[in-house]
């Protein structure tokens, strides 16, 4: 809204998602027609409202207006309207699920389902949306509309000059209104600056890739070099042994280490140095592959440097989320884990088409690449460092047992 380009990848017609929808609600006209504003993509919804086979973007407008889609909706209508218990099959969930899309965009356009405004004489009541600002007469909201009508001129005329300054006032002036029960700034500015963590979400990717070619890959190298050395005994037992050492220091790390050095020298400074460190690692033990005491080091020694990882990462990125640590690092545990049922089938066909030390070489690279991507975005990623707050014992022990 200031017109600063945000870092996040996430955009929606060339907009960041908050310049959207102010956007939408400056100009409903426009958007309402806009081409391609609504994806349908389901086969057999299109067949049931009767949309073209060869075409999946569709305007508002079209949607709305189009009797296939009409005469769907109704019958999904007819059928919970008979029995509100009724169990809706796949297709007739898309159809509805459709419908609450254009409602929503609707409440949009119309001003209507954006209730932002306190009730002026009454803390408990319903909040009024901007449309209700229209039908009021109380001076409060009087002031309100007035600075609505500013903020939406000045967005649908691309006045980018005056269009921060009005922003910033017409929320001063709602948090006024209700001190005791309005968002207070640094929630707001969590919301508002959410997208701007999206590097994390490239970043955590390209660490996946250096994470599983260390925990799913290294077994197979491990057995190759034991063999090649001679012991023959070498089995499951000796590869539980050592995954055993990576684990403990795995776990030693997460408690103990990482929230001393976050508090010491910030989670960015942090994050570099321990995807560096990793990717360091990681090359050693792709240039001594074939060496079974580097690898067993090698393995037990990037237990250290993903452990405090998984812990300063995975805090970075919960603070743009309101859900409870153990759920959302459990979350992200979740993905991360879905990931290594298909990282050893994949760095078997990188080893096989490049060399056993090249699935090392692929995790390295990626380390470094998100080591750059967290960098180019470091300006935007300061809140990380500016709101830090003192990683509690307790909290370290909910992320790692959210790990295990």
Known sequence: MTGAKPFGFQRVMGLDPVEWVLSMMADPDRWRREPGLIRVTHVGLREAAKLPADKDRYSWDELTKHPGLAAAMEKVHEKVRADREAKLDPIEREVSG????????DSVFTLSGIRVVPHPTDPRGTWFSLRDLDDADAAPIMT????RDALLRFAKDGDREHLGPAASALSKRLASMAPDTYPVAKDLRREVHYNTFKPFRLAWLLYLVGFFSLLAYTPF????AAKAAGLTTFGAHQLGLIFCGWGIC?????VFAAPRLTRRFGRQR?????????????????????????LIVGTIVG?????VMNTVLTESVMDATDLPRSVASSTYSGVRFVGGSIAPALAGI????????????????????????LFAGRRHLAPIDTHLVEESYDEAMALTAADS
């Open 144 to 147: 309100i509309r007035t600075l």
């Open 250 to 254: 795995l776990a030693i790390t997460s």
């Open 98 to 105: 459709l419908e609450d899309t254009l409602g929503i965009l």
């Open 303 to 307: 237990g250290l440097f993903l452990g």
């Open 270 to 294: 942090v994050l570099y140095a321990m995807l560096l460190l990793l990717a360091v690692d990681l090359a050693v033990m792709a240039v001594q592959v074939h060496n079974l005491t580097a």
């Open 350 to 373: 990188i080893a096989a088409a490049l060399g056993s030390g090249a699935p090392y070489w692929v995790g390295c690279a990626g380390l470094l690449v998100a080591v750059g991507i």
């Open 221 to 224: 190298p491990l057995d190759a």
